[in-house]
């Protein structure tokens, strides 16, 4: 069987452009989902233990791990004048962003990231091999969330 060519088999370009509107709630991107693994590396990042920040940071909502969103805003607690305040410890959902799996088909990349962020088609062109490696590294994430008590 042929390999399906990828829409973005010529790579795609993307520069972080410190806009912050990818730490804004919007739709169903609404929280900023946290595996262990990232809640321990935050854990470290303020000196806390894994439950101390858990406690103090986060929400299980379904069975999933999210950080704290302020309550008279939908933005990211960690977002400080359209910057990450954590930049050096955010975890894999911000780490990988555009490269989500479930924003990698050509409609929805138009539709949901290219109209949506200032970085899409300016600086690094990413390669596909790239792409994917970014793309399975979020989706890994995803799949160790599930597999939390």
């Keep these: ?3 399906t ?5 010529e790579g795609l370009r993307f520069q972080c452009q410190g806009s912050g509107k990818c730490c ?3 739709g169903e991107y609404g929280y900023v989902y946290l595996d262990k693994k990232d809640r321990q590396k ?3 990042y303020f000196q806390l233990s894994l439950t101390e ?3 103090q940071y986060c929400t299980k909502t379904e069975g999933y791990y999210h950080l704290n969103t302020l309550s008279d805003q939908e933005e990211c607690l960690f977002l400080k004048d359209n910057k990450c305040s954590v930049y050096e410890a955010r975890p894999t959902q911000c780490r990988t962003w555009p490269f989500w799996p479930e924003v990698l088909s050509a409609k929805t990349w138009q539709k949901e990231v290219a109209a949506f ?3 899409i088609g300016k600086g690094k062109l990413y390669k596909e091999s ?3 490696g970014i793309a399975n590294e979020q989706f ?3 799949a160790m969330m599930e597999k939390e008590p």
């Design 1 to 3: 069987m042929a390999k």
């Design 5 to 9: 060519k990828k829409w973005y088999k």
């Design 24 to 26: 804004v709630s919007r």
């Design 42 to 44: 935050f854990a470290d």
């Design 53 to 55: 920040f858990t406690t």
């Design 117 to 119: 962020c200032p970085g």
């Design 130 to 132: 790239e792409i994917e």
């Design 140 to 142: 890994l994430s995803e």
